[in-house]
């Protein structure tokens, strides 16, 4: 029986064997056939090669400024720019890989130990999904619903990863994960993240803030840094932790990075958030022409929105914000004045002034049918009834309010109370450029785009008022010859009846209404904006020559050939007026102002570069001379403010006029502009490399200032010129100009108005000696 048992045993312990290696063999091959099954896509559609070396994901279009700074973008669900791993810091890659996957540059995809002691701890030890993982279930895979699929979901990540390991170098993963995440607030991939955490590059992210951004790798919904900063504070110092035991930072630097506190600098980035938002709106508009009229070679559309363009402007981001800034310091106090002017007591139709109950009424009801809630309530079907039942029912709102430190408050109003509320609000435009180039620097086209989408700029036009004598002047020097040095006499001065167009006659007054009765010359008329010397001159030239120096400097407007329009009676724009005046600093030459100098496709491949548009005006001698001429508007003009101080003002303008006094003493060319009622105020400010214009006024006329002293062009628009160009000329890096204007090397007309009154002088001494002789 001994025998027998001794023999019996072995054959039972072989049996047990054969059936462990048979169960082992076919999990093994099971496992395989699985992998083979999902790479065959029978669990679903794998990624081809194809696929794996373009992946699907949508990139927003960035709009770079001159100075190469991103400026804003263009996207719909994913605002992602993609960055190169060479623009990626070293402790941002340090920070991954020692939270995420420690033996990355080790494995081949597919980190076995980690995954063994995953299985074996049941996950409670670390999970042991690799970057790769990260990174194909960010790209191909979407979310299991059960735990069958979550099975597959592994299977099939664990495939792409090897294949993406098969097909990318380590950086390369890296790269694409990084700038694949989404870590909220519009944050797609780490460029938005860096900016819109941290208001920075990512280049740019100290150790401590690339582990606040690492952190948030795990579940960014949950580990979010404005809703749960504690949170997120101790995932940061969990990574910088992670950072220490790779030995990626020593004890020392680890405890002091962890003793730190997050520095958050929120900046959302939306479409009507950031920097120079009333131009990328320009933009937008200007990039859906483009593509109207440049397809893909295939036919089909470009999508701003989701083919990662890449557009180059002219816009240069610090002279951007310097002109953001300057309105805001400015209208913020002006605005100030203007409730002040307009509290019930001083003018029961606030905002409005000299106007009917009746006119105020349909003022209103324009407004009320021009809104958004108008229109949406139609489309929804509401009569006109029900919709005017609305507006006069109290809501909840949030409006804009320039003393709260966001600009904004909440508030109970009926929304025809909030109309009318908007129009209290005064509006503004900027835009400065480069004359030589064309090259637009600066674009403001409102006090806020979130509340005042009108863009002011490019949309608007209102009167010119004064701003548009210089052409009256510059055909009077280029077809008469004169100077700035001549002189005609300041009388009342009429254009009769049936003369260049005009039925009646045509007789300007002063704006003050006197008449000196002096002999001025052209540059002191112009200084002081003397309606009856410009009223001469276009007599003179007629207002066809002018109109046809107006067309050529590129205003498109019809103008028509009336007297009248000496004075600025007709609207004009920001954008066109200024590209106008940059033909007088030009010597002559008008360009177009330009916005956009390139566009590339998401590889780099130039879609489009702009060629210059220029034409050929004035001649150097006359260009010359209306420089001349309105360098006289800042030397003893309405434009003086800006060199000298005044005891008479000092009080009133230091207090209200920002910035006052100004004190600049570099040569300026410029010239206000007021128009009837003070509903608008000019200023175009003129130095050798930058021309710049403003324009202030209310969304409608009726709505201004009582009188001159704040409602005029010098005090309305001067002083964010005035202040634009302190904070420029603070920055020496933008190469803004303090020299003289150039002068043509053989300058024909005469441009000293001293040296003949010295000659006036010395004839009048010789006629008084021929006297004494007779």
């Not at 893909?296 to 989701?306: A, M, R, S, V």
């Not at 800042?634 to 006094?661: C, D, M, N, W």
């Amino acid at each position: 029986m001994a025998k027998k048992t001794k023999k019996n045993q072995p054959q039972g312990f072989a049996k047990y064997i054969k059936w462990f290696w048979i169960l082992f063999g076919s999990g093994v091959l099971a496992v395989l056939l699985l992998f083979l099954l999902a790479s065959w896509g029978v669990f679903g559609t794998m990624p081809t090669f194809e696929h794996l070396e373009n992946p699907s994901t949508n990139l927003a279009t960035e709009i770079v400024s001159s100075d190469g700074e991103t400026l804003g973008k263009f996207y719909l669900d994913d605002n992602r720019t993609p960055v190169p791993f060479s623009e990626l810091p070293e402790n941002l890659v340090n920070a991954l890989v020692a939270t995420e996957d420690a033996r990355y540059f080790e494995h081949s995809g597919i980190d076995a130990r980690g995954t063994i002691r995953a299985v074996a701890f049941l996950g409670t030890k670390g999970g042991a999904s690799t970057i790769s993982q990260q990174l194909s279930k960010l790209l191909f895979t979407k979310r299991p619903s059960g735990g069958l699929e979550r099975i597959v979901q592994k299977v099939k990540e664990w495939v792409i990863a090897t294949r993406l390991e098969r097909q990318y170098t380590k950086q390369e993963i890296v790269q694409m994960y990084l700038n694949l995440y989404d870590f909220n607030y519009n944050a797609d991939g780490i460029r938005s993240a860096a900016r819109i955490y941290f208001g920075k590059e990512p280049s740019q992210l100290k150790t401590e803030e690339s582990a606040v951004l690492v952190g948030m790798l795990k579940n960014s919904s949950y580990y979010n840094p404005i809703r749960r900063e504690e949170l997120v504070l101790n995932r940061r110092n969990t990574v910088l932790g992670q950072m220490a035991k790779y030995g990626y930072l020593t004890e020392k630097e680890k405890d002091s990075l962890q003793g730190l506190e997050m520095d958050i600098n929120f900046s959302p980035e939306s479409h009507r958030e950031g920097l120079a938002t009333y131009f990328r709106m320009y933009l937008q508009r200007f990039l859906n022409k483009w593509i109207d009229e440049n397809p893909k070679p295939d036919g089909e559309k470009y999508n701003i929105y989701l083919d990662g363009l890449k557009v180059y402007t002219t816009v240069d981001s610090r002279m951007q914000r310097h002109a953001e800034e300057a309105v805001q310091e400015h209208m913020k106090r002006l605005q100030a004045e203007f409730f002040h002017q307009n509290t019930p007591k001083r003018n029961p139709t606030a905002p409005f002034l000299d106007l009917t109950r009746g006119a105020i009424d349909t003022i209103m009801r324009q407004a009320m049918k021009r809104s958004d809630r108008w229109r949406s309530l139609r489309r929804q079907g509401m009569s006109d009834e029900e919709i005017k039942k609305t507006f006069h029912e109290k809501t909840e709102m949030t409006v804009f309010d320039w003393n709260s430190d966001s600009f904004e408050k909440d508030t109970i109003m009926t929304p025809m109370d909030s109309i009318r509320y908007y129009k209290t609000f005064l509006r503004t435009a900027m835009m400065s450029m480069e004359p030589q180039t064309g090259h637009v620097k600066a674009w403001v086209g409102g006090i806020d785009y979130k509340h005042f989408q009108y863009d002011n700029v490019i949309q608007g036009a209102r009167q010119a008022g004064s701003t548009f004598k210089p052409f009256v002047y510059a055909a009077a020097i280029d077809q008469l010859r004169y100077s700035p040095c001549d002189s005609l006499p300041d009388n009342q001065y009429c254009i009769e009846p049936l003369k260049h167009g005009n039925m009646e006659a045509w007789c300007p007054k002063n704006s003050d209404g006197k008449y000196s009765g002096e002999n001025l010359t052209l540059k002191k008329a112009l200084a002081n904006s003397v309606n009856t010397v410009t009223a001469q001159l276009i007599d003179k030239v007629g207002p066809g020559s002018v109109v046809n120096i107006a067309k050529n400097m590129g205003f498109t407007k019809e103008i028509l050939e009336v007297p009248s329009i000496a004075l600025g009676t007709v609207d004009f724009n920001v954008y066109e007026m200024v590209g106008a005046y940059g033909t007088f600093v030009n010597q002559g030459v008008y360009v177009k102002p330009v916005m956009v100098t390139r566009i590339e496709d998401k590889n780099g491949t130039v879609l489009y570069e702009y060629m210059p548009e220029t034409k050929d005006v004035l001649s150097k001698d006359v260009a010359y001379a209306m420089v001349n001429l309105m360098e006289g508007v800042t030397q003893g003009g309405s434009g003086t403010r800006l060199r000298h101080t005044f005891a008479k003002e000092q009080a009133v303008y230091k207090e209200i006029i920002t910035g006052y006094p100004y004190e600049l003493s570099n040569p300026i060319a410029g010239k206000t502009g007021t128009t009837q009622n003070q509903s608008d105020g000019w200023f175009m400010g003129m130095v050798p490399n930058l021309v710049t214009g403003v324009w202030v006024g209310g969304e409608d006329r009726a709505a201004h200032f009582q009188s001159l002293t704040y409602g005029q062009g010098a005090s309305m628009a001067l002083p964010i010129w005035a202040l634009y160009m302190k904070k420029n000329y603070a920055n020496e890096e933008l190469g803004v100009s303090k020299d003289e204007f150039e002068e043509p090397e053989e300058l024909s007309i005469n441009v000293d108005c001293t040296k003949i009154l010295e000659e006036i002088q010395k004839e009048l001494d010789t006629e008084d000696d021929l006297e004494l002789d007779f």
